[in-house]
Structures are given as structure tokens and as C-alpha cells.
């Protein structure tokens, strides 16, 4: 993806997938939603993910956790901050070539 | 967009739960296979159909009062105690059969390693799509 | 939790199957072990008892090695006049412990063993695939 809204439609789309009860509602107000919110929601979501995880491992380390909840956290919470951390350079990426741009 | 809640993942982790539960029964069955007046037991299938929520949360804790002690350091609030079995335990049949046992325990291993080998390979999948 | 928790029910149905192998063992090796006077009982054979009982701490339920209980039958007697326990009619009574069932019920007592094993075993593999998903 090499414009930013292309991967904002990308990432909203991928969000709709995972909220099939929320897409009727998403798809009226897909034009007003600003990329600044899903940005804002999509961090919130990785910082939860990664408190979840924090918490499963200092119970792994106490000795008293299901090993499956363990894993399972720390791997999503993994791959949700792959996941923001591709977006962050794209954004980054978008904007030096905006700023690059001869007035 | 919390990948925890794509139903794939979700439904695999409830089976994995699923096979560490059964893997419990069964080691109990085993176990106990020479006590006398033993009921072998085991797990109710898991059932997919329609319901792609996984089951509900293990009630977590409150604290009425600040004072009172949390659980187990953690904050009570969120942190929920250990998991009571929420899958279905029925007794199949009469006294254990240890061949069986063993059978299901191979099968249980399996069907276990399958789950978690998708679970990594579908992780795989979104981190390609990445770029990494 | 749930994975060490088969381990430790396996780990204890290894400990009753070993007790269990050591009055077996017991058994076959006080097979002819007389009285020493003409008044006294030979060796009487054990029978080792299972019981289910729920572990506090696991929440489970483990098996445990119950009460090793006397076996009530007979004594075998044999007609030896020169014996050193040998009664007034010259029978000596000898462990009423049959070489045979002991050798079955060693076989049992290994079968359910390896039995154990094995579900130790196949714990151990789901749990290494389970952490093999952080790992690549």
C-alpha cells in the first residue's frame, strides 16, 4: 500500500471483518471516521493487549498460570504490535513524502 | 482492532482449553485405573455450531472493600482466579479400560498439536501480510 | 496449570503402581518363609488396596495406596516330620502366596505403569508445542 488512505481502508476493512455486528454502523459512518480515531483505537487495543499479556506472564512467573492463556496472549500481543508498528512506518513513510513535495 | 478477537483465534484457543481440560480427565482415568469402584469420565465435545463467542469469562473477583486483601497480589478487579472447568464433565461407561484411555490420550495429543500448530501458522499468515 | 496438574495425577498414579510392585515384591520373596517354631503363623501374603482421593491443592482427584490388607485364605501345609516348625502330625504350613498370581499382578502393576508414562509423556509434547508457537 503506498498511499495512506489505501491503508487506512486496509486496516478499517480488516476491522470490519473482525466486527460483523458493527459493520452496518462502520460502513454509514466510514467517511466521518477520521484516520486520527482508528489510530487512537488501534493503540488502545495493542496497550490492552500488552497489559493482558504482562499480567499472564507475572502469573507464568508465580508459578499458577494455564500455559495456554499464557502463550496466547504474549503471541497475539505480539503480532498486534508487528501489526502498529507497519502501520506507524507507513504513516511516517506517507508523510516524509508529503513534506518532500515542492510546494 | 484486538487480534484476540478474530473468531479463528478465539476458537482455537477455546479448543486448545478444550485439550488441556480432557488431558486432565484422562490422566485421572488413568491414574485410577486399578481403584475399585471408579467411574471413567470424560469431556463433552466441543460444538462450534453458531457460536463463534468463546465461553464466558471466569467470574473475576471484586473487592468490596480497599482494604481487603486481593487475591493473589494482583489487582482482583482484573485479574480472574483460576479458571473453574467450564466444559461439561460426563461419566462414559464402567470401570476404566486402559486401552481406551490410552487411545484417547494419543488422539487428545494430536488433535491438541493440530490446534496449536494452526494457531501459529495462522499468526504466521498476519505477520507475512506485514511485510515481516 | 491444567498441564501440570495431568502430571502430577500420572505422577501419582507412578507412586501407587510402585508401592504396589514392592508388596508384590514382598510377596514372591517371603513365598517360603515358615514359622520358626511349631507354634507360630508363616508369612501371610499382602493384598495392596487402591483408594481415589481429592488432592486440595490440585483439585483433582489422585490415587493413593490405601491400607495393605492381610489376604484371610488358608496357609498351605505340607507333610515335612523333620521341619523345625512341623506340628505334632509333622505338617509345616507354608505362605499362603501363589508364585503365579503374584507374577500376574506384577504384569498389571507394570502395564498400568507404563500407562502412566505415557500420559507424563504426552503431556510433555503438548506442552513443548505449546511453547514452540513463541518461538518461530
Known sequence: ????????????????????????KSAGEAGEESFGSLLK???????EAGHTSDRQT??????????????????ETETAVQAL?????????????IMRMPI | MPISDIPIFSMLRTKMQWHQERQRVL?????????????????????????TA?????????????????????????????????????????????????????????DYQTATTLYGKGLGLIKTALGR | MDFFKSIAIAASGLRAQAGRMRVISENVANADSTAQRPGGDPYRRKIPTFRAEIDRALDARVVALGPVRADPTEFRTRYEPGHPAADANGYVRYPNVNSLVELTDMREAQRSYEANLNVIG???RMIQRTIDILRA
Open chain 1, 1 to 24: 500500500m503506498s498511499t495512506p488512505t489505501a491503508a487506512a481502508n486496509a486496516y478499517a476493512a480488516l476491522a470490519r471483518l473482525t466486527n460483523p455486528a458493527g459493520a452496518a
Open chain 1, 41 to 47: 483505537n488501534a493503540l488502545g487495543a495493542v496497550v
Open chain 1, 58 to 75: 507475572k502469573a507464568a512467573v508465580s508459578g499458577n498460570a494455564n500455559i495456554v492463556d499464557v502463550v496466547s496472549a504474549v503471541a
Open chain 1, 85 to 97: 508498528v507497519s502501520v506507524r512506518d507507513k504513516v511516517i513513510q506517507a508523510y516524509e513524502e
Open chain 2, 27 to 51: 490422566a485421572e482415568n488413568v491414574s485410577n485405573a486399578d481403584t475399585p469402584n471408579f467411574r471413567a469420565r470424560d469431556l463433552e465435545p466441543l460444538k462450534f455450531d453458531g457460536r
Open chain 2, 54 to 110: 468463546p465461553p464466558p469469562a471466569p467470574l473475576a473477583l471484586t473487592q468490596t472493600n480497599p482494604a481487603h486483601i486481593a487475591g493473589s497480589g494482583l489487582s482482583a478487579a482484573q485479574f480472574p482466579r483460576e479458571r473453574k472447568s467450564v466444559f461439561e464433565i460426563r461419566p462414559s461407561g464402567n470401570a476404566v479400560n486402559l486401552e481406551d484411555e490410552m487411545l484417547k490420550v494419543a488422539a487428545n495429543q494430536m
Open chain 3, 122 to 124: 504426552a503431556t510433555r
